[in-house]
């Protein structure tokens, strides 16, 4: 699932990059979006496995409803993140939400022992507030970090969860 907010006044928002990573997902792999509850989903395969991608058409502060009829070990969330820097990619399973609400959500629906592909947007500059900074237009480097996250995505679903995160989970 990549987080985000529908509507096209959110679309390029570096709260929306989750959305990104599942268009660059559904673009590598085939399939057409397409409504399901409360997201669109596209059913696609990676390597062996079977998967839905999805995007929920619910607020950020309420995306765990998605994710109705799924376990927590079927899924995997890819969304921004403030303390990490502009750009980085990194794996992890489980931790708390960081003040995240869509993260907020899917915990209250259905636990935080998920895996998660988190997208670095970076700190807001002094004085801006954090609100306005996530749903401020995304720069280059979290733009560019789609791809990297899409690959972590593909790694976690290919090689497991531990194994992405060693390939990601290292300075360069």
């Known amino acids: 699932m990549g987080l ?13 990059v989750g959305f990104l990573v599942a268009d660059e997902l559904a673009r590598r792999y085939g399939g057409d ?19 839905t991608l999805l995007k929920p058409t619910t607020y950020m502060n309420n995306s765990g409803a998605a994710l109705s009829g799924y376990r927590l070990e079927q899924i995997i969330v890819v969304h921004d993140d ?41 700190r807001p500059p002094v004085g801006v507030v954090p609100v306005d900074y996530v749903l401020g237009r995304m720069d280059s480097a979290v733009k560019e970090a789609v791809g990297r996250a899409a690959d972590a995505v593909e790694a976690v679903i290919e090689k497991g969860p531990e194994a992405a995160m060693n390939q990601f989970n290292t300075r360069v």
Do not use: M
């Not at 985000?4 to 929306?16: F, I, L, V």
């Not at 979006?33 to 998967?51: N, T």
């Not at 399973?93 to 915990?107: D, K, T, W």
């Open 33 to 51: 979006w397409r409504s399901k509850k409360k997201a669109e989903a596209v059913p696609v395969s990676i390597g062996a496995a079977s998967a």
């Open 4 to 16: 985000g907010n529908p509507g096209r006044s959110y679309e390029r928002t570096r709260h929306n």
């Open 82 to 122: 403030l303390d990490l820097p502009a750009g980085d990619v990194r794996v992890k399973v489980g931790g708390g939400h960081g003040g995240h609400n869509g993260l907020r959500s899917i915990f209250q629906h259905l636990g935080k022992d998920f895996v998660r592909v988190r997208v670095g947007i970076g």
